[in-house]
C-alpha cells in the first residue's frame, strides 16, 4: 500500500519510500522517515499535492512521489 491510497482522516505509518536517494533526503528532511506516523489531511484534485500531518507540522508532499512512498495503515496511537 502506498501513501497515496490512505483516504484523509486516516492514519499510516511510513514503511519504505521507492525513490533515489535525493528523494529519501528530502523526505527525511521533512521529517518522513520510516516508522513515522503521519495522518493523511488532503488530496488535492487534479493530481495536486497530498497534505500530511506529521506531530504539530503539516507537509505537502508531491503526488508521484506520495505514490512512491510505502505506508502501513495505523491507529492514531501508531498500532494497526
Do not use: F
Amino acid at each position: 500500500m502506498v501513501l497515496t491510497d490512505i483516504k484523509p482522516g486516516q492514519y499510516c505509518i511510513i514503511t519504505l519510500s521507492r525513490r533515489g536517494h535525493g528523494s529519501q533526503s528530502r523526505l527525511a528532511d521533512l521529517g518522513l522517515i520510516p516508522g513515522t506516523l503521519v495522518q493523511v489531511l488532503a488530496h488535492h484534485p487534479a493530481g495536486g499535492p497530498v497534505l500530511l500531518k506529521l506531530g504539530e507540522s503539516h507537509v505537502a508532499v508531491g503526488r508521484s512521489l506520495a505514490a512512491a512512498i510505502e505506508v502501513t495503515p495505523a491507529t492514531k496511537t501508531g498500532g494497526p
